[in-house]
């Protein structure tokens, strides 16, 4: 069964400052990879999609990258906003029926 | 702005009572989920379809809840009975065929006293 691993579970930030957030999985036998963030009490926003072909998305602040053979996802976020604030789920889809979500990384970016 | 919709957006409720959820999925798209999200469990899938068709159901306790899509404009969850442990976020996800991205709904938060 594939297993998803996000980590740090929680991170703070200064405003302005890049950083990555980190999502491993287990199976390498993925269809594509999806990034979401989860503001609070609200809905699944989603962010970037990898294909399972491809290395990398980009959108906007936002950089995803996608390597197969070693298990692992990373969201880059250049230049952090307050309003970045939220927590971070990535999601690998191993087939037409199931999402496989990690435990998502909470970011807090301070002003 | 095409995006799923979710009614109720809360639900309070009294334990044996029937709940019904609801979904309208984003037109076009063929695949619908039911996810549930509590603090402890997470991400649970509950129930998928594919073109209306139910592909999986095997992550929902099947002596209470049931799913269904009778058109493909809606999606619909019931609990009946309802527990107290069913409390928790009911989430719709709708699917492109083509592209296989998910698109939430903002979430029906039921609480079953």
């Known amino acids: 069964k594939q297993e998803v691993t996000q980590i740090p579970a929680a991170l703070s930030v200064p405003e302005g400052e890049n950083l990555v957030l980190n999502c491993s999985f287990t199976d390498s036998a993925i269809y594509n990879l999806q990034w979401f963030r989860q503001d609070p009490g609200k809905g699944l926003t989603s962010l970037l999609l990898i294909q399972s072909s491809q290395r990398e998305q980009t959108s906007g602040r936002l950089n995803a990258s996608l390597d197969k053979s070693s298990g692992r996802s990373t969201l880059y976020i250049a230049a952090s906003q307050p309003g970045d604030s939220a927590t971070y789920l990535c999601a690998l889809r191993t087939g037409a029926n199931n999402l496989f979500f990690g435990t998502g990384t909470r970011l807090t970016v301070i002003p | 702005d095409a995006r799923v919709t979710q009614t109720p957006r809360h639900k309070v409720t009294e334990m044996g009572q029937e709940v019904t959820m609801r979904c309208q999925p984003i037109?076009?798209?063929?695949?619908v989920f039911w996810y549930r999200q509590t603090m402890m469990q997470g991400l649970e899938l509950l129930a998928y379809f594919r073109n209306r068709a139910p592909l999986d159901d095997s992550g929902m306790p099947k002596d209470r809840f049931s799913a269904e899509m009778p058109d493909a404009t809606l999606a619909t969850l019931k609990i009946q009975p309802s527990e107290p442990r069913d409390s928790a976020v009911y989430f719709c996800?709708?699917?492109?065929?083509?592209?296989?991205?998910?698109?939430f709904g903002e979430g029906s938060r039921l609480t079953v006293l």
């Open positions: 037109l076009g798209h063929n695949t």
């Open positions: 996800a709708s699917g492109s065929a083509y592209t296989g991205e998910l698109f």
